[in-house]
Every structure is written in C-alpha cells, then in structure tokens.
C-alpha cells in the first residue's frame, strides 16, 4: 500500500514535466532530510516510472553515491533496490562490492533481494571465484548466497560444487539455503547428500531446502527415510514450486508433520524467540560453557523463516543486539563470534531481563518504539534473583502478569542447579512455557 505522501510524492513527479520530475527527484535523493531521501527512493521503487528512461543515468549516480554514503543501513537498502529496477552490470556489480562491506541486516537483505535474478554469468563466475578467494568467512556466506540468487546458466551447478566440498558450517549451511531456489534433481540429490554429513546446523538447513523444494513436510530429517523416498521418484519428479510464507506471515509453526528447532529439549515454536542466557559470576567455568555450547547449538539450527535476539545478563540485561535478526547464517555466525569476549561476573537480575525481552512485544519500561513482537523467550539461570525489581516468586510472576496479561509471550525456563528450579518452574508453568532442570556440572 502507498502511504499518502509517497503517493503524492509519485504522482506528482509523473504530473510534471520531465526536467522538472529528475530535478525534484534528485533533490530529494541529496536532501539533508533523512525523509526526503526515503520518499524518493520509495517512490521509485513502487513506480519505476517516475524517472523517465533518459534521466536515470543521472539518477543511476545519485543511487550509487547513496548506496556507498548513506549512513543509515535500511536506505542503503532502498537505494540497491531502486538502484535494481533499471538492471546494468556496473549497478549489480556495485551492489555485490557494497555487500561484501555491510554487517547490517536491515541493508544485506534488500541488496541481495535487489541481485535476485540479476546476476549474469561473468557476475555469477566472478562470485563462485571470490567464495573460494575470500579470507573472511562472513563474506564468503553473502557470496554464496548472491551467486544463489542468480538466474545465470550454470549458478545451480556452481553452488552444488561448493556445496559438495568440505566446508565450515557456515558456509555449509549458506549453500544448502541457496540451494532451495533450484528445483531440479540433480539439487535434491546434493541436499539429501548434505543431510547424511552429520553437522547437525547442515542438516537442519538441508531439510529446509529439501522440504521448499519437494512439498514433503512430514519427512523428517533423517537421511534414510529422504533416500529412499527420493530413489522411488527421482525419475520424472515434478517439483510443486510451493514458496514458504513471507518471513513474520506466521506467528507459531504448526507443529504437525514439522520438524521444530529444540533448545534443552524444548521445542521453539514461534517463529520470533529472544534467548536469554545468565552470565553472572556463579555461571563462571563449565556451567557457562556448556549453556554457551547449547545457545550456538540451537541458534545454529534456527530455520530461515525465524528471527531472534540473544539478551545476556547479570546485575542488568545486555542485549547483543537491540531488534530481533533473520536467522541466515550472516548473522548467526556474528552471534557465535561474540561469545569468546563475553566473561562471567555480578549478580542475577531475573525479573528485569524478562522485562526487556517483553520489550521486543512492546511490554514494559524497554519497549521498543517499533516492536517487531516475539513468540518465545528462553530464560537460563543457575541463581536465584538478587537484582531487579521483583525477586520473590511471587512479585516476579505478579510483574509478568502486568506485563503480559493476555499470555501473548510464552516464556521457557532452564534451571542449572538447584537454587532456581523451583522459581523458574513456576514462571514456565504461569506462562504457558516448558521448563527443563538440569544438574550443574562439576
């Protein structure tokens, strides 16, 4: 839908003459105004005719002076995606080199949407060369998964060769991600290979893409079931080209015929999860360890479809990042790379980290001004509460109900040690959550 002053703002520049229309145009591009600048690239993307045909050259410079200038990362974004309406090689191989620079997810996934298609073949063969020449590993995963958004001869064969070599999970589960967008056998019998290498993360994101692929939601991810299945039918196999929902279309996963991600055994059944893992001083050693072990575990096998955010705490919650992150494996391996700088100290502060991850749904004092909602929060705690503004039982679930009165964020609970079991339970069990009790290790 066009908001009003976009709307404005489009027929306006088609009303006028057409130096008038490109002269207002890029006004508006090098406005000092952050607003000016977004209505005229909305504006251009939702009409691609507001520019005439011999004027975009001018408007193709202020594009690419945007895509590399703009301080802010979605319109970066928005200017890769306007920048992709009138497709050149220069334009797409712009967008590639500025990929290989941006950390953020708000400007990643618009630039590598804005290549979807795009990529010709000298881009494809230049991509599929740097997957192996790059040093730095997060780069490599933006390369895969642009050379997985060509439509150039070759790309699908191109990524069932990397895929097809030994690779660090990362990169492993890029390919088999980007491989769901080739349906054709020769992608299935990679896939089903992928699924027998025993990376439990590789596995995951192989089944993803198998069940995009091939519509077969009821079979889960166990190699041998997929084999046979697949020698029965490979021959003549009409592919269904069923597409998955738009990410956030989808609140909770159906639980029938699904394979969930699990963190402690818990099934993650929404698609929107805020874990929060306790980093106070009697976390110190195995105990954080292994909870840090069972975070990258789930993380790691998190499907496409999901976004989630990690808050660590001790005396106050820390988020790792203030929004919640599509769960490709960019940004999962940029969580994992964190946890070797994070110590063990203070004191535990329950009730105000379930309040800041409420935040993400719009609840409470960390409300977020554009809440993105959340479905799931996973708390993990060896202690009992000695900071925040509740520490009893029951003034924390008497907080939660404030909060949260209608139940909308299901809250799970790990309890490492005796000292929490009880309190966290009974969050669990007032919020509609599972709990899990573990023995601290020795």
Not at 19 to 37: K, Q
Not at 47 to 70: K, S
Not at 380 to 406: C, F, M, Q, V
Request: with cysteine; proline share 8%; hydrophobic share 45%.
């Amino acid at each position: 839908m066009f908001r009003p002053a976009l709307l404005i703002l489009v027929m306006t520049l088609v009303a006028r003459s057409a130096p008038a229309a490109i002269d207002e145009f890029l006004a508006g591009l090098r406005s000092a105004d952050e607003r000016r600048r977004r209505e005229a690239l909305e504006a251009l993307v939702a009409d691609p005719g507001c520019v005439p045909e011999a004027d975009f050259p001018r408007a193709r410079r202020a594009l690419l002076d945007l895509l590399e200038g703009e301080a802010r990362s979605d319109l970066r974004g928005l200017a890769a995606r306007a920048l992709a309406t009138r497709r050149t090689a220069e334009s797409d191989l712009r967008i590639v080199e500025r990929l290989g620079r941006e950390s953020d997810w708000r400007a990643q996934r618009p630039m590598l949407d804005a290549l979807t298609g795009s990529v010709d073949a000298p881009l494809a063969l230049l991509l599929e060369q740097r997957i192996f020449r790059e040093p730095r590993l997060d780069v490599r995963i933006l390369w895969i998964e642009a050379l997985g958004r060509s439509d150039a001869p070759g790309a699908a064969a191109a990524i069932r060769r990397v895929a097809g070599i030994p690779l660090d999970w990362p990169l492993a589960q890029a390919a088999a991600i980007a491989l769901s967008r080739f349906p054709e056998p020769e992608t299935v019998d990679r896939l089903v290979e992928m699924l027998a290498g025993g990376d439990e993360a590789v596995c995951a994101a192989a089944h993803e893409s198998l069940v995009k692929l091939t519509g077969m939601r009821s079979l889960p991810p166990r190699p041998a079931e997929w084999e046979a299945w697949w020698r029965e039918r490979r021959a003549g196999f009409v592919f269904p080209g069923n597409a998955p929902p738009p990410d956030g279309e989808v609140r909770t996963v159906p639980t029938e015929g699904v394979t969930l991600p699990r963190y402690y055994d818990i099934p993650i059944r929404g698609r929107r999860v805020v874990f929060c893992l306790d980093a106070s001083a009697s976390m110190w050693g195995r105990k954080f360890e292994a909870a840090v072990v069972e975070l990258s575990r789930a993380v790691r096998c998190l499907p496409t479809s999901y976004r989630f955010s990690v808050l660590f705490f001790n005396e106050h919650p820390v988020p790792w990042k203030e929004e919640l992150v599509p769960a490709y494996p960019f940004q999962k391996l940029e969580l994992l790379t964190t946890f070797s700088g994070l110590t063990t100290k203070k004191y535990t502060n329950i009730f105000d980290t379930l309040e800041r991850a409420l935040g993400f749904a719009g609840f409470g004092r960390y409300a977020l001004a554009e809440p993105p909602g959340v479905d799931d929060v996973f708390l993990l705690s060896d202690g009992e509460p000695n900071r925040g503004r509740y520490r009893d039982t029951k003034g924390i679930l008497a907080g939660l109900a404030e909060l949260d009165p209608r139940h909308t964020v299901r809250i799970h609970t790990v309890s490492v040690g005796e000292l929490p079991r009880e309190l966290l339970a009974e969050v669990a069990r007032a919020r509609g959550g599972g709990h899990v009790h573990i023995e601290a290790p020795r």
